[in-house]
């Protein structure tokens, strides 16, 4: 036991390393881990819902701390992807889910096209300055200081509804299908929104420790979060979203997006092989 515990605990630090600087929550490595050391995959999912929760309370405190994450931007787009949750979990059982699960597999393959593009183009650091109407008037545009390029960086968004659009699809696919949407909510920022990627990673990185605690209470009282399981994960986990979080801001962003990339095809494949039936 000491020995699992252990294990865990170490996949607990990858997960929420990974998982910080890119703004997934870590999830994604969480449950393929533990269902291959033989935990039932019921409690595996209940363990990956603590996971997330982790990583966005150990990245966000450092992520307030430098400035880097928008506050305005989180609670804003938040409030769409909630909506979209609710709906998504009242629908369940009136849609096909396999449709569903080629369809946002499909959404997930265009986010890592989208950002191969944006990596052969030469231009692929420059930030855009984007007039948007809507982006002003609610407060939305920010700035922080990149402590790579050791420069200060205003940005302005663009595109507002567009972005809100994906974050209430995001929250119909999490309530449909029981995926994290932390994919989406960077594809609806750093894609739609141009917001550029370190700020979209860090804010993401909050916004699902919000949309995770709704699901935790479920699962907490349905009996599926195991504290053998979910306490040397969840410590892990803080060890490693706290250490991200202050890496990510000293990496390059080109190359989190080479590391973002075959992430987000791994969650593409996951969903597809779902939707084909395959385990």
Do not use: C
């Amino acid at each position: 036991m000491l020995t699992q515990a252990m294990i865990m605990l170490l996949v607990g630090v990858i997960a929420g390393l990974i998982g910080s600087i890119l703004g997934l929550g870590g999830g994604i490595l969480i449950t393929p881990a533990l269902t291959l050391m033989g935990v039932d995959i019921k409690y595996a999912i209940a363990a990956s819902i603590i996971a997330v929760i982790a990583t966005s309370s150990g990245s966000s405190i450092a992520f307030l701390k430098d400035d880097v994450l928008n506050l305005r931007v989180a609670m804003f787009l938040e409030i769409f992807t909630t909506v979209g949750a609710l709906i998504g979990a009242l629908l369940t059982g009136y849609f096909n889910g396999v449709v569903l699960y080629f369809l946002f597999g499909a959404l997930l393959i265009f986010q890592a096209w989208n950002m191969w593009n944006k990596l052969r183009a030469k231009n692929y650091e420059k930030i855009e300055v984007n007039h948007d109407d809507l982006a002003e008037k609610l407060q939305l545009n920010g700035s922080y200081y990149d402590k790579n390029t050791k420069k200060y960086v205003s940005y302005s968004l663009k595109n507002v509804p567009g972005g809100a659009a994906v974050m209430f699809g995001a929250g119909i696919a999490s309530g449909l299908l029981g995926i994290g949407s932390g994919a989406f909510k960077v594809m609806a920022m750093d894609g739609v929104m141009k917001m550029p990627l370190k700020p979209s990673t860090s804010t993401s990185n909050l916004m699902m420790g919000v949309t995770a605690a709704a699901s935790a209470v479920i699962y907490f009282f349905s009996g599926m979060i195991q504290p053998v399981i979910a306490v040397p994960i969840a410590l892990g986990i803080i060890v490693g979203s706290s250490i991200g979080a202050r890496l990510m801001q000293h990496l390059p962003a080109k190359l989190i997006r080479q590391i973002f990339i075959p992430f987000v095809l791994l969650m593409a494949l996951q969903l597809i092989l779902k939707g084909l039936g395959i385990g």
